[in-house]
């Protein structure tokens, strides 16, 4: 009867994990195809996608400010908590990095230009070790293209959560 129960308890098990692989397959497809969609978008689209992000996560006065001019800040908004958040948009190819030297553009007006209180690049690629190094060393939260594709779907954080 023991043998039975723990076979049981086996085959449950397997179940259980089953189902909660095929969850993840169900979510990876969906962000897959959210990412094809940021990749369509031209750099303005993307800028203003992301402010409706903060928009919809519930931030107030969010202005997408790219383009020529904007040192580094392309949507500022105001957090529910009340923090300035100052995003810099990289929508860039699969094959192309966010690399350390934009981030240290932007590190060097985030803070001092911008008064950001969360300060984030969300890219539709990746970042180099060194861009991600620098991020962490001055306080830049970065969202690759697997971030945002779980923030663009509501299951992950925005930004400003982490």
């Not at 949507?75 to 810099?88: E, H, K, N, S």
């Not at 990095?97 to 230009?113: A, E, H, I, M, N």
Request: charged content about 20%; proline content about 4%.
């Amino acid at each position: 009867m023991l043998l039975l129960l723990l076979a049981i308890a086996g085959v449950v098990s397997a179940n259980a994990e089953g189902k909660h692989n095929e969850e993840l397959r169900k979510v990876r497809a969906v962000q897959s195809t959210e990412i094809a969609r940021y990749h369509a978008m031209n750099p303005r689209e993307f800028e203003q996608a992301i402010a409706f992000l903060c928009e919809r996560d519930g931030c107030t006065a969010t202005r997408v400010v790219g383009g020529a001019g904007d040192l580094g800040a392309d949507v500022l908004a105001t957090a529910p908590d009340g923090r300035r958040i100052v995003i810099q948009c990289k929508r860039y190819g699969p094959t192309t990095k966010v690399g350390s030297p934009d981030l240290q553009r932007f590190g060097g007006t985030c803070y001092s230009v911008h008064h950001a209180q969360v300060a984030a690049i969300v890219t539709t690629s990746v970042f180099t070790k060194p861009a991600a190094q620098y991020a962490a060393g001055n306080g830049i939260q970065l969202f690759d293209e697997a971030a945002l594709a779980a923030w663009a779907t509501s299951t992950g954080p925005a930004p400003w959560m982490l």
